[in-house]
């Protein structure tokens, strides 16, 4: 695929455009090294900071050690890496060494970057939207399509044959790789269905990456045609599968209760109209033998005590919502026949 130029091209070239607003800078980083190798005895040798960093070493934002992903990689042109102690010399030794990668002309990366942040890099922006959420663990449905925000300055994109969606935003700060978390969400609460967004939000608030506050701040952002979305949010939801299930239920009319704790049963997915459990189940959580005799033993019990259950898998959840509710009613209508 060929580069495409400025912000009315993009069509031509496999990329939806949407604007946004500015960048907003990710916080002062704490540091963390890249320094191997031959790099190591350059580093080790040069003066330390008022702060007492060496020179020679290179900082990522909100990561105390290159063990868990940071909230945003850094981006340094070539001009900070001298700055900071280093040689053209030293910097090509890195590069090679895989200590460092070169993402597009002055343009470094740190070596452990993931694909998806590197690839945004390369095109010439920061990676957001659902590319960052799904980054981050944070549920999103669809995130094959790579979501970048670009500078309305932009020239040059470097697409390289990706299907690609093009946030354009305003400018601002390009040193980090990565929009903040905040700005991910209001992308995504715009370029996902009402449903997908809200099991979005879900995620993130039940992994503890935003609370009560940023939520607010998200919603501060989006237009007034969405407020009402906010309401519907639900930190208790352990899955995307969850959010999205409980959503359809109480769009369907149904009575439901999250998370409920039946003794003799345990902790159920749903409890809905009082009598049917409803058990969000997927590979990754009811997979193997074990688990699924644990499962059915389960709804045994609830069977004694009066309960129907109803385990849809997560798949039929995502893509085949009709057959999921046909079932719901035709188990509700069963009832009403049984117990007028």
């Known amino acids: 695929m060929g580069a495409a130029h400025g912000p009315n091209r993009g069509s031509a070239f496999r990329i ?12 002062p980083p704490p540091q963390a090294r890249i320094s191997d190798g031959c790099a190591q005895s350059a580093v080790e040798a040069a003066p330390t900071t008022a702060r007492g960093a060496k020179l020679g070493t290179v900082t990522t934002a909100h990561v105390a050690s290159m063990e868990h992903a940071p909230a945003a990689w850094r981006v340094w042109p070539r001009a900070a890496l001298y700055s900071e102690g280093w040689t053209w010399r030293l910097i090509d030794r890195a590069v090679t060494a895989g200590r460092l990668r070169r993402a597009r002309r002055d343009a470094y990366l740190h070596g452990d970057v993931d694909a998806a942040t590197f690839a945004a890099c390369r095109i010439g922006g920061q990676l957001a939207c659902v590319s960052e959420l799904a980054r981050r663990g944070v549920f999103v449905l669809e995130a094959n399509r790579l979501h970048v925000r670009v500078p309305e300055t932009a020239g040059r994109l ?12 305003g400018g601002g700060e390009r040193d980090a ?10 992308d995504a609460m715009l370029c996902q269905q009402p449903l997908e967004a809200i ?21 501060r952002r989006l237009p007034r045609r969405l407020q009402i979305l906010r309401r519907l949010t639900d930190a208790a939801a352990e899955a995307g599968s969850e959010s999205i299930m409980r959503l359809l239920l109480r ?9 409920v704790r039946i003794p003799g049963v345990g902790r159920v997915d749903f409890l809905v109209d009082g009598w049917l459990i409803i058990e969000c189940d997927s590979e990754a959580h009811h997979g193997g033998w074990e688990k699924q005799r644990r499962d059915k033993r389960r709804d045994q019990v609830a ?15 995502f893509w085949h919502r009709d057959a999921v509710m046909a079932a719901v009613r035709g188990l509700c209508a069963m009832r009403a026949v049984v117990r007028p």
Request: negative net charge.
């Open 199 to 219: 099991a979005t939000l879900d995620s993130a608030l039940h992994l503890g990456l935003v609370d009560e506050a940023g939520l607010a701040e998200v919603f």
């Open 177 to 186: 790789a990565n929009v903040d978390l905040l700005d991910a969400l209001r």
């Open 16 to 27: 939806s455009c949407i604007g946004h607003g500015r960048w907003r800078h990710a916080s």
């Open 251 to 259: 769009k369907a009319g149904c009575h439901v209760q999250s998370q």
């Open 158 to 169: 470097r697409c390289e044959g990706r299907d690609v969606r093009i946030h354009w935003s």
């Open 303 to 317: 069977a004694s005590l009066g309960y129907a259950t109803y385990r849809p898998i997560a798949e039929d959840i």
